[in-house]
């Protein structure tokens, strides 16, 4: 992949004050950056394949500036520990976090981040999770400078008893499970936990 080519993805998705750092990043450690349509399971990810000469790093196409981001940071601490580690160590323990916070630390400031998601982001950088949606309130956050957030809702928002398109699905939200939502698909009635902080849309609000 042509350096050209990477850099020119960067300067569509990442805040304009944050391009230079990212392009040294895949610079030092290049590999396959890849833009995808939308996948409401995930928002980017890390994949190594035996014999392939590099590894890819795939990001959302729709994500707003911010969340890309931080997803691409994400995935290439994930990238950086695959190089030292290769794949002994756990995905998002402690070799990941340090290296994470290692390379957020650069780009924790004011000129790239708007203080609204800034001031949660520096909490959640002290432990950072697996998942940015795993915490709430950066979730929120992020979603400020979302483009069609007003054509979706989070489903931690929602009445229990609402019912809501997901993935393509329709389902009936249920009891809160820790950060999950238990919920039931309607057509097969089967029970899945969504995680709350997802957007869902077509929302049918229960009256109860």
């Not at 994470?100 to 909490?123: R, Y």
């Not at 809501?164 to 820790?178: D, E, I, S, T």
Request: charged fraction near 25%; charge should be positive.
């Amino acid at each position: 992949m042509s350096p050209e080519a990477v850099h020119s993805i960067l300067c569509q998705h990442v805040p304009q004050e944050s391009l230079s750092y990212c392009f040294d990043l895949w610079k030092e450690s290049p590999f396959l950056l890849k833009i995808t349509k939308t996948r409401q399971s995930k928002v980017g990810d890390f994949v190594s394949r035996r014999g392939d000469p590099l590894q890819q790093i795939t990001l959302n196409h729709d994500l707003n500036p911010y969340l890309f981001l931080l997803t691409y940071i994400h995935e290439v601490a994930h990238l950086r520990v695959y190089l030292r580690k290769g794949n002994g160590v756990e995905p998002h323990g402690e070799e990941w976090k340090n290296e994470f916070k290692q390379l957020m630390h650069p780009i924790l400031q004011k000129t790239v981040f708007p203080d609204e998601i800034l001031h949660v982001l520096l909490k959640h950088m002290s432990n950072p999770k697996a998942s940015s949606f795993a915490d709430a309130e950066l979730t929120r956050s992020l979603r400020l400078f979302d483009k069609n957030v007003s054509q979706f809702a989070s489903l931690s928002d929602l009445p229990e008893g609402s019912v809501f398109q997901f993935q393509n699905r329709y389902f009936k939200k249920g009891k809160l499970k820790r950060t999950r939502i238990l919920c039931r698909e309607v057509n097969t009635k089967r029970n899945y936990l969504i995680p709350a902080e997802v957007l869902v849309s077509n929302v049918q609000l229960s009256l109860l």
